[in-house]
């Protein structure tokens, strides 16, 4: 993705599904490792952020 400036709150969509039957995620941490948090389950996922800029299929929204 061109943008790569992420901010908490920020929801997206992944290339993978979740086990839970979702692929839609909210970033809660941004760092050198960003923290996603599944939208059906609530499970949080800590992924450092080359592998997310790889893993990322779309934004949905962009909070702040």
């Known amino acids: 993705?061109?943008?790569n400036k992420y901010?908490?709150?920020t929801k997206?969509?992944?290339k993978k599904q979740h086990?839970?039957?979702t692929n839609e995620w909210e970033i809660?941490?941004?760092g050198a490792d960003i923290k996603i948090k599944c939208i059906n389950?609530?499970?949080t996922v800590?992924?450092?952020r080359i592998e997310f800029n790889k893993k990322l299929k779309?934004?949905?929204s962009q909070e702040g």
Do not use: A, H, Q, S
């Open 46 to 48: 800590l992924i450092p």
């Open 12 to 14: 997206v969509i992944m």
């Open 7 to 9: 901010t908490v709150g």
């Open 19 to 21: 086990p839970c039957g």
């Open 28 to 30: 809660t941490r941004v």
């Open 41 to 43: 389950c609530g499970r």
């Open 1 to 3: 993705m061109e943008n």
């Open 58 to 60: 779309k934004i949905i």
